[in-house]
């Protein structure tokens, strides 16, 4: 990683983990969250070592959201019972966003909060997906 783009990482980690988006640092800070990293993205490697020091389990994207979804995330999400369902935050590239968007917000019935930067070729976003309250 040369000088640039570290600080150009760093910079948007900080700010996206506290300032800016202060609703990604409070579900990364809540019991159960679990992480999505794409650490193929500029930012992913700062993502994923923020994510390693909150020791929150992390998953990277791979070649496949949905095998990750089905495979992975949907069962270990079904698992509790809300309140107590985990959170899911990360950092992906816009496509996989989507996708995982899609799948958590019908199956898993959570709600999105992200923020997308970049251009639309190189567009990543960081996203908290979180379980929808009981009423």
Do not use: C, N
């Amino acid at each position: 990683m040369d000088r640039r783009t570290f600080m150009m990482t760093g910079a948007w980690l900080s700010s996206a983990a506290g300032g800016a988006w202060p609703w990604l640092a409070d579900a990364a800070a809540r019991p159960h969250a679990l992480a999505v990293v794409d650490s193929t993205l500029a930012a992913g490697p700062a993502f994923a070592d923020y994510v390693a020091r909150m020791k929150l389990p992390a998953f990277e994207t791979g070649d496949d959201i949905g095998a990750l979804w089905y495979g992975t995330l949907a069962p270990l999400l079904s698992r509790t019972r809300a309140p107590t369902r985990p959170s899911l935050i990360g950092l992906t590239r816009a496509s996989d966003y989507f996708v995982l968007a899609q799948l958590a917000t019908r199956s898993a019935h959570m709600i999105e909060h992200s923020h997308e930067q970049g251009e639309a070729r190189f567009a990543h976003v960081a996203f908290v997906l979180a379980p929808r309250p009981v009423r």
